[in-house]
């Protein structure tokens, strides 16, 4: 039996609504992964006081903020290989003349490189959970499974792959979901409405029904995309998702930005199996207009989270940074500086997050009966002080560098800000020898057209 205590730090409460607050001098007990009490330091129950208690792992909190670990909704989490390498481009030139291209010469070997380096900027950030969309999602499970992180993992799939590929992604999925003790699930990955065909997304909605497992998918990531659809099809990108079952299935939308008005009426139909990930790093950089209708998402009972998208665009794993834009775009979309409070995005990163990964009853929050995905904030540091209010601090102060334990399943995997789980030197080494050759685009081909 693994027991862990976390002493004497204050706890970061995120409830369901309303706003969130800090209880100081806490301690919280970690059994089996599971979290069993937290209160008042020094008051733990008599069950918690025997011998075997005695002996447990133990993680001094003093001075530091303990709140749940942080979860990016959306991400391609092999693509920080090709961090800055595509940058102050259309995002058709994006995607045909730099990413695709430079996805042709990645090998399983590759992916599995690019995953634990992404699963190492994440943990020593503070995220905990991550959902991933991806090719060799057997290789990104094993880099979580080994890194010690959580995951839900989708196996990419494009029509163009043929059924073979379908099949195979499918029995991909199936095998990953539950492994690592169940820090992986798996989700079904259809790329998007425009790369996947609607014979194939009813298939994989069906299967994804009969497996108990949801979908995560990309569309109506921006407003063109949503009008050549209409153009094209007489219908719109979420419009195609209800035709073919894939809400009802049960969806994480990546991006949503070219939702309309009744878009939203449809999603409303399927608010309880239905998530969006929003990512507005990606949107500013690519001059996409307009941004998720975050607003009018959680008017329909939408669950609505913070990712980050891959590093190739968002070039950071930093969901401080995803959330904290999200709340700074939605203000400024909606004109309005009471919306997005800081409680309520602080919940896009953890409760909603957990959500959004199908994982709402398990993580997101600090509660007994909760996994323990548990992180420990400092912020002593000049540029949180004074700290008026930590929840704020949190939202536009904190930086990932003032992580400094990071506690995923109950098990420490960072401590003082030192990453355990991974030999980072080494893992550098071997990107780098592997850089001229993931960047080389001469060869002509892509993994995909981009024209939706």
């Not at 590093?311 to 950071?316: D, F, I, R, Y």
Request: net charge negative; aromatic share 4%; glycine share 10%.
């Amino acid at each position: 039996m693994r027991r862990l205590i976390v002493t004497s730090c204050s706890v970061l409460v995120v409830p369901e609504q309303g706003p969130c607050r800090v209880e100081t001098d806490q301690d919280i007990l970690v059994e089996d992964g599971v979290i069993v009490w937290l209160g008042p330091a020094g008051t733990r129950p008599e069950a918690a006081r025997d011998a075997s208690f005695s002996g447990a792992e133990t993680v001094d909190g003093t001075g530091l903020l303990a709140m749940p670990g942080l979860v990016n909704s959306h991400t391609h989490s092999p693509m920080v290989l090709m961090r800055g390498a595509a940058e102050d481009v259309s995002v058709e030139a994006w995607f045909n003349e730099r990413v695709w291209p430079m996805e042709v010469n990645l090998t399983p070997a590759d992916i599995g490189l690019g995953a634990e380096l992404a699963c190492a900027e994440m943990l020593l950030s503070g995220v905990t959970a991550f959902a991933d969309h991806y090719f060799h999602a057997e290789r990104i499970a094993e880099t979580v499974v080994r890194t010690g992180i959580r995951a839900d993992i989708a196996p990419t799939y494009f029509s163009s792959r043929g059924g073979r590929a379908l099949e195979e992604s499918i029995e991909t999925a199936g095998t990953l979901h539950g492994a690592g003790g169940g820090r992986v699930t798996a989700s079904l990955g259809p790329h998007a409405p425009y790369t996947v065909d609607d014979e194939d997304l009813a298939r994989i909605a069906e299967r994804a029904r009969a497996m108990g497992v949801r979908i995560h998918i990309h569309a109506a990531e921006h407003l063109e995309q949503t009008e050549s659809s209409l153009a094209r099809r007489g219908i719109t990108p979420i419009g195609v998702l209800e035709r073919t079952g894939v809400l009802d299935a049960g969806a994480l939308i990546a991006h949503g930005c070219g939702i309309t008005e009744p878009d939203l009426e449809v999603l409303s139909r399927y608010r309880d199996r239905t998530a969006v990930a929003c990512c507005p790093k990606v949107y500013l950089k690519h001059a996409l207009h307009p941004l998720t209708p975050v607003r009018g998402l959680l008017g329909a009972g939408v669950t609505v989270a913070a990712g980050t998208d891959g590093a190739a665009g968002h070039n950071t794993l930093d969901v401080w940074e995803a959330m904290r834009l999200v709340a700074l775009t939605q203000k400024q979309a909606e004109r309005d500086a009471t919306w997005m409070t800081v409680s309520d995005t602080i919940r896009l990163a953890t409760r909603r997050g957990a959500l959004a990964l199908g994982l709402g009853d398990r993580i997101g929050a600090l509660e007994p009966g909760r996994r323990a995905d548990i992180v420990l904030v400092d912020l002593s540091g000049l540029h949180c002080r004074p700290l008026h209010d930590p929840v704020a601090a949190l939202v536009y102060s904190t930086r990932a560098s003032d992580v400094r334990t990071v506690v995923v399943d109950g098990r420490v995997v960072v401590r003082d800000g030192r990453l355990l789980t991974v030999d980072v030197p080494g893992l550098l080494a071997e990107i780098e020898a592997r850089v001229p050759a993931l960047l080389d685009t001469s060869h002509g081909r892509a993994v995909q057209r981009y024209d939706p």
